[in-house]
């Protein structure tokens, strides 16, 4: 069975950089280079921000950016902004299946 | 401009049934696979099901698989998910969810999610 790890939360404060990991404990990791990272406001819908790694949809800002090393994939977000604020998500189709992270509340000071 | 659109959630006793419905707008319906995924505090995201873009083909996840049925009528540009047997783990939002690439598996990335609809499975 595999999994997502990831931090429960991260802070920051406007204007700076933050990086929140995603750790797959499986391993399966040769399936783990589609992690798509989702952005989630209380109260809404998830938003795709981040997929196949390093990609960003139409629309998502370039603050936002993705990377992986090894077994672990990372979302940082350059620049934070108070509408940053929000629960961010990894994903990743890893042994037939598709599996989310646990989650990270992100924090603006 | 995509669109998609959760209905049938409710509360259910332990055991019962429900039909979750999804109305989709704004793309070609019949060339997206579709997929419903799962939100609890306790237990956050969770991929339930999926259904490839023609339907003939369809994914479950181990918790539901036996109970549920996803099925999808591209005439109608609707997706559904029939749910039987349910338990009180069953409790959470259901989101509907597209893929973002077209006749792909239905295994992400979800480029458009509705707005959810709430399934509460209590005595």
């Known amino acids: 069975q595999s999994a997502l790890t990831q931090p429960a939360s991260v802070s920051g404060s406007p204007g700076q950089s933050i990086t929140i990991s995603c750790t797959v404990t499986?391993?399966?990791?040769?399936?783990?280079?589609?992690v798509s990272w989702y952005q989630q406001h209380p109260g809404k819908a998830p938003k795709l921000m981040i997929f196949?790694?390093?990609n960003r949809p139409s629309g998502v800002s370039d603050r936002f950016s993705g990377s992986k090393s090894g077994n672990t994939a990372s979302l940082t977000i350059s620049g934070l902004q108070a509408e940053d604020e929000a629960d961010y998500y990894c994903?990743?189709?890893?042994?037939?299946?598709?599996?989310f992270g646990g989650g990270t509340k992100l924090t603006v000071l | 401009e995509v669109q998609l659109v959760e209905s049938g959630g409710g509360l259910v006793q332990p055991g019962g049934s429900l039909r979750l419905s999804c109305a989709a707008s704004?793309?070609?319906?019949?060339?997206?696979?579709m997929i419903w995924v799962r939100q609890t505090p306790g237990r956050g995201l969770e991929w339930v099901s999926g259904?490839?873009?023609?339907?003939?083909?369809?994914y479950y996840a181990d918790s539901v698989k036996g109970r549920f049925t996803i099925s999808r009528d591209n005439s109608k540009n609707t997706l559904h998910l029939q749910m039987n047997s349910l338990r009180a783990e069953d409790t959470a939002i259901y989101y509907c969810?597209?893929?973002?690439?077209?006749?792909?598996?239905?295994?992400?990335?979800?480029?458009?999610w509705g707005q959810g609809t709430l399934v509460t499975v209590s005595s």
């Open positions: 969810t597209k893929e973002l690439w077209q006749q792909h598996i239905p295994h992400g990335p979800f480029d458009h």
């Open positions: 704004g793309f070609t319906f019949s060339s997206y696979a």
């Open positions: 259904v490839s873009a023609s339907g003939d083909t369809t």
């Open positions: 499986s391993s399966d990791v040769a399936g783990y280079n589609y």
């Open positions: 196949d790694v390093s």
């Open positions: 994903s990743s189709y890893i042994s037939s299946t598709t599996v």
